[in-house]
């Protein structure tokens, strides 16, 4: 099993931004890709963005140019910068993680985008 922590979400204005982070623990053998998704009220899960362990990286389309996802493979922790913060980008954020055909993921933290 793989645990994976969440944190740095919270409330922001429009414009501001957000850090947030997801370490990774137990049998973290053999992860390929880790990334974060998100889920608004009464929204299905959606990507933000993913990262390989080789780096490769993709983006959904409202997060290109703003977010920045990365990776520290010695802590297996993954971040994602989060700049020019709009209001729809409020969700609960999940980390993922990918190892052979398992996914796992964290209890999601809330970020709120609002004036």
């Known amino acids: 099993q793989v645990q994976l922590v969440e944190s740095g979400g919270g409330l922001v204005q429009p414009g501001g931004s957000l850090r947030l982070s997801c370490a990774a623990s137990?049998?973290?053998?053999?992860?390929?890709?880790m990334g974060w998704y998100r889920q608004a009220p009464e929204n299905q899960r959606e990507l933000v963005a993913r990262i390989t362990n080789g780096g490769n990286t993709n983006y959904q389309d409202s997060a290109k140019g703003r977010f920045t996802i990365s990776r520290d493979n010695a802590k297996i922790t993954v971040y994602l910068q989060m700049n020019s913060l709009k209001p729809e980008d409020t969700a609960v954020y999940y980390c993922?993680?990918?190892?052979?055909?398992?996914?796992?993921w964290g209890p999601g933290t809330q970020v709120t985008v609002s004036s």
């Open positions: 993922n993680a990918e190892q052979g055909l398992r996914n796992y």
């Open positions: 137990g049998r973290i053998f053999n992860i390929y890709a």
